[in-house]
């Protein structure tokens, strides 16, 4: 199975600020991974795709990198609606894996 | 508008069984594979099960697989996931999510907005 390393578990940033989540797999998966934010009681929803591709919708703040084995989730500008919790998928190989999540909170 | 909509969570004892649906509405179910992916209470996601458009391609999670059933009804818009042998680590909520293609390879793009299941005696 494929593991996802997920960093930092958490955070505190203030509005504003830039913001970066990575994501390490234990083996190569080109570039087919996604990220999905969070909010308490909610479904998570999905910004990016391929590993860099923006989903239809999603800020422009928001951007991913990466491929092979390392991937970053960027915010450039932290918003209040951004505070949330962020999580990167794999779907190279089944089983699919989850990150265990970042949860990003207010300074 | 694509909307998913979980049913069936609910409270069931160890050994037991429950079988969850997700009504689909807004696209045409049968070009789309379909997933579930759960949440154990303060924990991550987990992924549990992928189905191809045609059920022709099936995947489970060790965690599952021998215990959990998904299937489809394209001509209803529905999915769903038999849970039998239920055990207390199995509780959490449980979402239905669309991949993004036709293809099992493809990721979920969007979700329901999930059902609770609880094992407990």
């Known amino acids: 199975d494929i593991q996802m390393t997920q960093s930092p578990s958490s955070l505190s940033a203030s509005v504003g600020d830039r913001v970066t989540i990575t994501c390490r797999a234990s083996?190569?998966?080109?570039?087919?991974l996604g990220w999905y934010q969070q909010k308490p009681g909610k479904a998570p929803k999905r910004l990016i795709y391929a590993a860099s591709n923006l989903q239809s919708g999603v800020p422009s703040r928001f951007s991913g990198s990466g491929s092979g084995t390392e991937f970053t989730l960027t915010i450039s500008s932290l918003q209040p609606e951004d505070f949330a919790t962020y999580y990167c998928l794999q779907h190279n190989s089944y089983p699919w894996t989850f990150g265990q999540g970042t949860k990003v909170e207010i300074k | 508008e694509v909307q998913l909509v979980e049913s069936g969570g609910g409270l069931v004892k160890p050994g037991g069984s429950l079988r969850l649906s997700c009504a689909a509405s807004g696209f045409t179910l049968s070009s789309y594979s379909m997933n579930w992916v759960r949440q154990a209470p303060g924990k991550g996601l987990e992924w549990v099960s992928s189905i191809s458009s045609s059920s022709t391609y099936i995947y489970y999670a060790d965690s599952v697989k021998g215990r959990f059933t998904i299937s489809r009804d394209n001509a209803k818009n529905s999915l769903y996931l038999q849970m039998n042998s239920l055990r207390a680590e199995d509780t959490a909520v449980y979402y239905c999510?669309?991949?993004?293609?036709?293809?099992?390879?493809?990721?979920?793009?969007?979700w329901g907005h999930g059902t609770l299941v609880t094992v407990s005696s």
């Open positions: 999510a669309r991949a993004g293609c036709s293809s099992p390879s493809c990721p979920p793009d969007y």
């Open positions: 083996q190569g998966i080109t570039n087919d």
